[in-house]
């Protein structure tokens, strides 16, 4: 059972990252994988499996709406004229590529992400990556590398409150053990061991990120010279983690990742202005004749981003779409009245127990990013003073760029859902029977290996929090079952949720809609075996540092070392089959 419930993991990374076919092929062959499975071996009914497409079918719907709004507000700022003044603006902060990357990936999209959640960076950061000059492909790959330390936060602390809680809930055993605490007075326990092993590890995303960048999209193809700007970007790294730390352990789960990212853009964007910590050398992409197959997407913004040339747009204003979405986003996420309304049953399409199969799905328009971003994109027509053809051709090649997302994700979506529903009376679905062959083999080094389960979660749901909710009494039973005290335990459960945030770095859900937003399809592979290097960094880092908080003394010497050897292994800029292409 536990080989059978990995094959539809298997066959989505042989076909999208071994053998590079395209997303819409690869998911298609396992959601047929997983549907057959559900059937026969783990006795799901058909009911079922058919509630669990629906529901997987109208989630995608919702994440279409995001990318469509995504590619309206990037062409919107293009047609208006307005990327003129963003180009410049960032030229002036820093021409190189690599401060930039940490600027809009790192900080902006961690400050997104705390206030948005559910993929929102991509969708916001990319674009405007792309737009100042980026490859469609190194857009999205430093986008979903930062997603990663800000998760665990992201949506006012939705993974937390909602994930840990709701995994948690409803448990004697949990109960009885975290006693005289409520799940709801653990919660904040765990969120401020998530923000700590978060810290530790995610100071070096930044630097792992340009690394990267270089790497795969320099002229040089270099990892060394991502590690020239190590200065500003360990200096990037602390300026988000160290307040991110601090908010997480005095106000609690809602707040990190927003706070941190808003006060790192404060401390970084000045910082950038005034020379500190920049390297001394400049990278920039090499010239667009040589830009390697693949780099580019269906969307050129270089041709369509000037507007009228008698247009002058003042840095201020151009800048003021995403302010606009930033503003709207913490608003309707933190305002309680009226994110009740948003999420209430008004503003709520339902369709409840489908097919008799106590499964429900349900799609939040009002409340969506794509909405926010649309909202954006019409108030922006007024501050630039748009043409209506020009703002007819963004809604038209937004149009264009979702409906050839839809089926990747049409397919991706409910293959998930099935995976999740897979159970049936006396016999767990598939993620916790992989999760329980785990489990049984590592027996006492199981925190090693528990934020791994966290990442296959978020892999297979595209989602932290639903990782979270799938996995979290499972980690809290085995951590148990080994023998460790409740402060162990702790330490498993937390392992989970940084594991579940590692995992949005390589889910098909992120990936698929991220390539979108950029107008990038059938190279979701090449993607992912890219960030799938940054990913094990994180969840092995994690794992050792889990160690290290439960039993100490040399765990502490194998995470510095494993940290050493991963920047010293990229230094030496050797290829590999993992990396080349």
């Not at 402060?487 to 594991?499: D, E, H, K």
Request: a positive charge; aromatic letters at 8%.
């Amino acid at each position: 059972m536990f080989i059978a419930a990995a094959l539809p993991v298997v066959v989505v990374f042989l076909l999208l990252v071994v053998m590079r076919r395209s997303a819409k092929l690869s998911m298609l062959a396992a959601y047929l994988v997983t549907v057959g499975l559900a059937l026969v071996l783990w006795g799901a009914p058909l009911a079922r499996v058919a509630g669990a497409t629906v529901n997987g079918l109208l989630t995608a719907v919702t994440l279409l709406y995001i990318v469509f709004g995504a590619i309206l507000l990037l062409y919107t700022v293009q047609e208006s004229g307005a990327i003129r003044a963003i180009r410049q603006g960032f030229t002036d902060i820093s021409p190189d590529r690599r401060i930039q990357a940490i600027i809009i990936a790192w900080m902006f999209g961690s400050m997104i992400e705390g206030a948005s959640g559910f993929g929102t960076p991509a969708a916001v950061a990319a674009p405007l990556l792309l737009a100042i000059g980026f490859p469609a492909m190194a857009a999205v790959m430093v986008t979903l590398i930062i997603q990663s330390t800000p998760v665990s936060f992201g949506a006012v602390g939705t993974p937390m409150l909602v994930g840990i809680s709701t995994g948690l809930s409803n448990s004697p055993e949990v109960e009885a053990a975290i006693a005289p605490l409520t799940v709801a007075e653990y919660v904040p326990v765990v969120a401020a061991q998530v923000a700590l092993v978060h810290a530790l590890v995610g100071v070096l995303v930044p630097l792992l990120m340009v690394s990267m960048l270089t790497r795969f999209f320099g002229t040089s193809r270099s990892f060394a010279e991502g590690f020239r700007a190590w200065k500003f970007a360990i200096f990037a790294g602390l300026a988000f983690t160290l307040p991110y730390l601090a908010v997480a352990r005095v106000l609690g789960p809602e707040f990190p990742s927003l706070l941190g990212g808003l006060i790192g853009l404060m401390i970084v964007v000045p910082a950038a202005r005034a020379g500190w910590f920049l390297p001394s050398d400049r990278f920039d992409f090499p010239p667009r004749a040589q830009w390697g197959a693949g780099w580019q997407g269906q969307l050129e913004p270089d041709q369509a981003d000037l507007g009228p040339e008698d247009r002058r747009i003042g840095l201020l204003r151009a800048w003021m779409p995403y302010v606009i979405v930033a503003v709207l986003l913490v608003l309707t996420r933190t305002i309680a009245p009226l994110k009740a309304w948003l999420t209430g049953p008004d503003t709520t399409i339902a369709l409840r127990d489908l097919f008799g199969s106590g499964i429900n799905a349900t799609a939040q328009f009002a409340y969506s990013p794509g909405t926010v971003m649309i909202i954006a994109s019409l108030i922006s027509v007024g501050l630039f003073r748009m043409r209506g053809r020009d703002y007819g051709r963004a809604w038209a090649i937004s149009g264009r760029t979702m409906l050839a997302a839809a089926p990747a994700l049409l397919l991706a979506v409910p293959m998930v859902q099935v995976f999740i529903n897979s159970g049936s009376p006396g016999v767990g679905s598939m993620p916790i029977t992989l999760a329980e062959g785990m489990a049984g083999a590592a027996g006492g080094s199981w925190p090693l290996f528990a934020p791994i389960v966290g990442a296959l979660g978020a892999f297979i749901a595209g989602s932290n929090t639903v990782s979270n909710m799938m996995f979290a009494l499972f980690q809290f039973s085995t951590a148990q079952g080994i023998g460790l005290d409740l402060a162990g335990i702790t330490v498993v459960v937390v392992l989970q949720a940084v594991g579940g945030a590692a995992g949005n770095m390589v889910c098909v859900h992120n990936v698929v809609a991220a390539s979108a937003v950029v107008g990038l399809t059938d190279r979701e592979g090449d993607i992912i075996r890219k960030t799938l290097i940054t990913m094990v960094y994180y969840v092995v880092q994690a794992g050792l540092v889990g160690m290290a908080l439960i039993a100490g003394g040399l765990w502490w010497l194998a995470a510095v070392i494993w940290a050493v050897v991963v920047i010293a292994a990229m230094r030496s800029n050797r290829e590999s089959r993992a990396v080349r292409g």
